[in-house]
């Protein structure tokens, strides 16, 4: 497999261009919380022997991009493990590998060395079952919101009318079936790519800053969206981003990168009551997370800066 070779079961690209891609469909992976290194090689054993729908297992994974002069070692022997239905977050400075990460697991690129087991079983490439969400929705310019929510099920012949008239009430985009992508605010675009993503009824969900360019109260409104499709679905979630706050808010447990090359530095385990929602971030404990969190992110988004300018 090549890098982001396009498949017939790859997710929608968004191009320059108007014209349709044949490349579209719609994968989707799982991603795990590691925590190699501190853990004893039984307990390790009997994560990477769990398999229940939406394990993730990410064993040695090593991704070096480029040669010689113009390698670069994204990400280096990371062990993962995500339990089904477990909401975890990445959290690492720019370039440690976050995405290079996910995008293992969604089976869009090849490990150098190591690799990724979805409920047991080695991916070896997209999947349905594994959703992907970006920054940047992947929504087809030239289709309807309609059009796109249910294009991943139409590829497999297997759309459910109900579920997807569920799914625009869900979103809050009932009335805007027949409307194109550009129509729509970017809080409402993002939405559609959760229908679109959900229409595939996805195990696992990986998501890469997917809220990232969302001013604050819409991604506040978002949190708490996803957290309600969580909840009532149980589906594994993996989400990357920058934002402390967001990591703890989220997650059952907050996975902490180092700079590149990108390994597991910290998991923290996020124990505040859920349901959750954006008052919480005032109390002590999640201050206290917070400060646990900044604390173990402080050196690796230094080192990461003096990466970025060259000096080491
Ligand atoms: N296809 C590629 N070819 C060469 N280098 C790459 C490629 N993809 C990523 N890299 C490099 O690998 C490193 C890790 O990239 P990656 O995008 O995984 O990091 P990230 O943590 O997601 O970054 P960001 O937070 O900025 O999105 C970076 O130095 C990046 O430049």
Redesign the pocket.
């Known amino acids: 497999m090549t890098?982001h070779e396009p498949t017939d079961t790859d997710e929608p690209q968004t191009t320059d261009t108007d014209e349709p891609q044949t490349t579209d469909a719609n994968g989707s992976s799982t991603p795990d919380a590691e925590r190699s290194g501190s853990a004893g090689d039984e307990e390790f054993r009997s994560w990477t022997e769990s398999s229940g729908t939406g394990t993730v297992n990410v064993q040695d994974l090593t991704k070096v991009?480029?040669e010689d002069d113009d390698e670069?070692v994204?990400v280096d022997e990371v062990d993962l493990h995500i339990e089904a239905e477990e909401f975890v977050t990445v959290l690492?400075p720019?370039?440690?590998?976050?995405?290079?990460l996910m995008e293992a697991i969604a089976g869009h690129l090849e490990p150098t060395e190591g690799e990724v087991l979805v409920n047991g079983d080695p991916v070896d490439g997209p999947d349905p079952s594994r959703g992907v969400v970006f920054q940047e929705n992947r929504l087809f310019p030239w289709k309807t919101i309609d059009e796109n929510v249910r294009f991943g099920p139409q590829m497999r012949d297997a759309v459910d009318e109900e579920r997807i008239e569920a799914l625009f009430g869900q979103m809050g985009l009932e009335g805007f079936e027949d409307a194109y992508p550009h129509e729509l605010s970017g809080g409402m675009q993002q939405r559609a790519e959760l229908a679109r993503l959900l229409a595939n009824d996805p195990d696992i969900m990986l998501m890469d800053?997917p809220f990232s360019g969302l001013d604050a109260m819409t991604k506040d409104l978002m949190h708490e969206k996803l957290l309600d499709v969580w909840e009532d679905d149980d589906r594994t979630v993996l989400f990357?981003t920058?934002d402390v706050e967001e990591a703890i808010l989220l997650a059952d447990r907050v996975v902490v990168m180092t700079a590149?090359p990108?390994q597991v530095k910290d998991v923290i385990d996020v124990d505040l009551d859920r349901p959750r929602d954006t008052d919480m971030v005032t109390t002590d404990r999640f201050t206290e997370l917070q400060r646990r969190a900044n604390e173990s992110i402080h050196d690796e988004a230094e080192r990461a800066m003096e990466q970025a300018e060259g000096r080491t």
């Open positions: 890098e991009y480029g670069v994204a690492g720019s370039g440690c590998g976050k995405s290079t800053e990357i920058h590149r990108g």
